[in-house]
């Protein structure tokens, strides 16, 4: 079946680096991606990557693909107060490509 | 338009009633998504039209849930004789074509009382 699973929460001193970690299941998965939701915004596509990638790297933000263990994470590099919020990954699966969303790691940044 | 867009931002209605939630597409994409997301919880898939083809409805809860996009472009999604249950966010994507990135409209706050 089709499942993605995140840890609920993380909290972390700004200036650190932040990793979510993402975990799925649908080997089939062509692309997977990394969406922000800030409250009462809607959800910011951030990055993707494609599943034949190992590693995207964006700025701030590096992607880590192993699709081996079907694991992946988000490391947001130097995290400011304004990366608080709620971190979906999700997969894109079947002939239509719709998304299936964990269910959010909510990222509390403190000074 | 320069985003997704969606209407109303916000609805209340009572047990029992019909709602229409509009979604307007960014200009020439032409897939288009509806997912709901419960407090909590990430978004869920509900339905994706290519042009103004349903192409999958397998995430429609029940026969009370209905979407159209009759011109390919805006879509609306009805629930019929709503319940309590049906309170969520919806939310509506586009992507150019099937496969790229979707982009996401602010959604609809349904609150049914």
């Known amino acids: 079946g089709e499942d993605v699973e995140q840890s609920l929460f993380l909290s972390v001193r700004e200036g650190d680096s932040s990793v979510i970690n993402c975990t799925y299941t649908?080997?089939?998965?062509?692309?997977l991606y990394w969406y922000k939701q800030e409250p009462g915004a809607g959800l910011q596509l951030l990055t993707y990557i494609f599943s034949n990638m190992d590693m995207k790297q964006d700025q701030r933000l590096t992607v880590l693909l192993n699709k081996k263990d079907k694991h992946l994470s988000l490391r947001i590099a130097d995290t400011q107060t304004g990366d608080s919020a709620i971190y979906f990954c999700?997969?894109?699966?079947?002939?239509?490509?719709?998304?299936?969303f964990g269910t959010g790691t909510r990222l509390q940044v403190f000074p | 338009g320069a985003g997704v867009s969606q209407s109303p931002r916000y609805k209340v209605t009572k047990r029992g009633q019909d709602v229409a939630l509009r979604c307007d597409p960014i200009?020439?994409?032409?897939?288009l998504y509806w997912y709901r997301q419960a407090l909590g919880q990430g978004p869920e898939f509900l339905t994706y039209f290519n042009y103004e083809a349903q192409q999958d409805k397998s995430g429609l809860p029940n026969d009370r849930f209905s979407a159209e996009r009759p011109e390919g472009s805006i879509s609306t999604l009805t629930i019929q004789r709503t319940e309590q249950r049906d309170s969520a966010m919806y939310r509506c994507?586009?992507?150019?074509?099937?496969?790229?990135?979707?982009?996401f409209g602010p959604g609809t706050r349904l609150t049914v009382t």
């Open positions: 649908d080997s089939s998965s062509t692309y």
């Open positions: 200009s020439g994409h032409v897939s």
């Open positions: 994507a586009s992507s150019f074509f099937r496969g790229d990135e979707q982009y």
């Open positions: 999700a997969e894109s699966i079947g002939n239509t490509d719709k998304l299936i």
